[in-house]
């Protein structure tokens, strides 16, 4: 059984919060856990910016990774969002069975 974990960050909490619950109800998503200020710095088209955004954890499947990225990238407001998936290595085994569970 494995576990991912998925980062993105958006430009708005709204946009966050509508996607994270879409997220779950398509069982894409076990949970997600949302950061709701961060700030960013970065380059884009040549130029340099330093904004506030929030971030999202999304815990998933691994057989629902693909679907999950395919999802947010579809939905999400930006251009090139930021989406990485990070492979769980250890962790708690009845967490790693709720989040298979909840992604079936």
Same mark, same amino acid.
């Given at each position: 059984?494995?576990?991912?974990?998925?980062?993105?960050?958006?430009?708005?909490?709204?946009?966050?919060?509508?996607?994270?619950?879409?997220?779950?109800?398509?069982?894409?998503?076990?949970?997600?856990?949302? =950061?709701?200020?961060?700030?960013?710095?970065? /380059?884009? &088209?040549?130029? +340099?910016? !330093?904004? *506030?955004?929030? @971030?999202? =954890?999304?815990?998933?499947?691994?057989?629902? /990774?693909? &679907?999950?990225? +395919?999802? !947010?990238? *579809?939905?999400? @407001?930006?251009?090139?969002?930021?989406?990485?998936?990070?492979?769980?290595?250890?962790?708690?085994?009845?967490?790693?069975?709720?989040?298979?569970?909840?992604?079936?």
């Amino acid at each position: 059984m494995k576990i991912y974990f998925i980062y993105s960050t958006f430009k708005s909490l709204k946009e966050a919060k509508q996607l994270s619950s879409k997220l779950v109800k398509l069982k894409l998503a076990a949970c997600t856990n949302i =950061i709701p200020t961060i700030y960013s710095t970065y /380059v884009w &088209k040549k130029k +340099t910016y !330093i904004e *506030k955004e929030c @971030s999202m =954890i999304i815990k998933t499947s691994k057989s629902k /990774v693909e &679907k999950t990225i +395919t999802f !947010i990238k *579809k939905k999400h @407001s930006y251009e090139c969002p930021a989406i990485s998936a990070f492979p769980i290595q250890k962790s708690h085994k009845d967490f790693e069975k709720w989040i298979i569970d909840q992604t079936k």
